[in-house]
C-alpha cells in the first residue's frame, strides 16, 4: 500500500514537471510578432536591460494572442523562472514557498483583446505575495505595472472592492455615450483603468503603485529571440439594461455609484469630481 502511495505521488511529481516544461516548450516556440512595445526608460529602475529584453519578448509573443500567459522572471538577470499558459481569461500560477529564494522577482500577464487592460480585483492578489516586487500586465491596450510594499489585508479587501465599484461604474458612463463597438471597448478600458488610478491617488495610498503605460509605435528592434481578469460585458440583455439605466430616474447612474461607494468607505470627495478629468 505505502509503494503504491510512492509511486502515485512520484507520477503526479513528473506529471506536474512536464506539465511546467511543455508550457515554457511552446512558449520558446510562439512566434515573435512585429507590435509595439514598451521604453526600456519606463521600466522601474531596477529592471537591467536583460529584464527589459524578457519583456519585450513577452510582448511581442502574447500580445495578439486570445490566451493569458505568465512568467514569473528575475528582473535582474531576466531569466524565466516559471511559464504557465492559461484560458482566454484566466492562467493559474504554482510555486512552491522557497522556490524564488535570492531571487528578485516580477511577474509578468498578457490580458487579451476580449479582456480589459487594468488590473483586476484577482490581480490585487500580488499585494498577499512578499516574494513579488513587481506585477506586470501586458494590456491589449497598454501596459500596466503594479509596485507594493507589504499590504495589510483590510486594504487589500478595499481595493477588490474598488476595482469592482471601477469596472461597474466605467461601464455605466461609457456604455450610454459610445454606440460604436470599439470606441465603447476603448473608453471602457481607459476609464476603468483611470478610475482605478485616481482612486489610489487620491487616498494616497503610498503602498501601492499603480502606472499605465502606452506602447510605443518606434517599434523597438531587439528581436531577441497570468490571474484571473475581467471579462468584457457582452451579454445584449445587460447591456440593453445598461444602456437604459442611466435614463431612467429612479435608477442610480454609474456617477451616483462611485459616489455611494466612496462614501460608504469614508472618503471625502465632492459629488462633482466623481469623473472630473
Ligand atoms: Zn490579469
Known amino acids: 500500500m505505502k509503494i503504491r502511495n510512492v509511486i502515485l505521488y512520484l507520477i503526479i511529481f513528473v506529471c506536474s514537471l512536464l506539465n511546467m516544461d511543455s508550457d515554457f516548450e511552446e512558449y520558446t516556440h510562439l512566434e515573435n510578432k512585429d507590435v509595439a512595445v514598451i521604453k526600456k526608460e519606463d ?5 537591467t536591460d536583460m529584464a527589459y529584453e524578457t519583456v519585450v519578448d513577452f510582448i511581442q509573443k502574447t500580445r495578439c494572442l486570445d490566451k493569458e500567459w505568465a512568467l514569473f522572471f528575475d528582473y535582474v538577470t531576466g531569466e524565466i523562472l516559471k511559464c504557465v499558459v492559461g484560458e ?10 522557497d522556490e524564488f529564494e535570492g531571487k528578485q522577482i516580477s511577474s509578468i500577464h498578457n490580458h487579451p483583446k476580449e479582456v480589459l487592460s487594468p488590473p483586476s480585483g484577482k490581480d490585487f492578489g500580488i499585494l498577499k505575495r512578499d516574494f513579488e516586487d513587481y506585477e506586470l500586465i501586458a494590456g491589449f491596450e497598454y501596459f500596466w505595472i503594479f509596485k507594493v510594499n507589504g499590504i495589510h489585508e483590510g486594504l487589500i479587501n478595499e481595493m477588490c472592492g474598488a476595482s469592482d465599484a471601477a469596472f461597474i461604474s466605467s461601464f455605466l458612463h461609457c456604455i450610454s455615450r459610445y454606440n460604436d463597438n470599439d470606441v465603447f471597448n476603448r473608453m471602457h478600458d481607459l476609464r476603468y483603468g483611470g478610475e482605478l488610478s485616481k482612486y489610489i491617488n487620491n487616498k494616497n495610498i503610498k503602498d501601492i503603485q499603480l502606472t499605465r503605460l502606452e506602447y510605443d509605435n518606434m517599434t523597438n528592434k531587439l528581436n531577441t529571440a497570468e ?3 475581467r471579462k468584457r460585458i457582452t451579454n445584449p440583455e445587460v447591456i ?16 451616483d455609484i462611485m459616489y455611494a461607494f466612496y462614501q460608504s468607505i469614508g472618503m471625502d470627495v465632492e459629488y462633482d469630481e466623481i469623473f472630473a478629468d
Not at 521600466?43 to 529592471?47: D, S, T, W, Y
Not at 482566454?88 to 514557498?97: C, K, R
Not at 440593453?240 to 456617477?255: N, V
Request: charged share 35%; net charge negative; hydrophobic share 25%.
Open 43 to 47: 521600466l522601474p529602475e531596477e529592471f
Open 88 to 97: 482566454h481569461d484566466n492562467v493559474d500560477v504554482t510555486w512552491e514557498d
Open 227 to 229: 490571474y484571473g481578469c
Open 240 to 255: 440593453k439594461f445598461a444602456k437604459e439605466f442611466e435614463k431612467c430616474p429612479y435608477t442610480p447612474s454609474g456617477k
